[in-house]
């Protein structure tokens, strides 16, 4: 089993961007695998808590709640109805 690593950067302006840290990154923050695996299983609690969510739920907050109500929730058919060609 691996695990892996990334690194979230947010801006100024609400964008989120993330990395993989590998062997140049953490050089060159001057730390070691161990260092970032202890600091991550201290954060991720506080800064990705886990949940249990409905598709509809995430859907939503990924639309936009309007969005989402608009274009999916009318439409129950497309999130629990099977399909085929």
């Known amino acids: 089993m691996a695990v892996v690593f990334r690194l979230g950067l947010?801006?100024?302006s609400g964008m989120m961007m993330s990395t993989r840290v590998n062997r140049a990154i953490l050089d060159g923050?001057?730390?070691i695998a161990d260092?970032?695996?202890q600091d991550a299983l201290e954060n991720a609690p506080h800064t990705?808590?886990?949940s249990l969510r409905s598709m509809q739920e995430v859907l939503g907050d990924m639309m936009g709640a309007s969005l989402y109500r608009?274009?999916?929730q009318g439409d129950r058919r497309s999130m629990?109805?099977?399909?085929?060609?």
């Open 10 to 12: 947010h801006s100024e």
């Open 35 to 37: 260092q970032i695996k």
């Open 48 to 50: 990705h808590p886990s």
């Open 70 to 72: 608009d274009r999916i």
């Open 80 to 85: 629990w109805q099977p399909w085929s060609p």
């Open 29 to 31: 923050f001057g730390v």
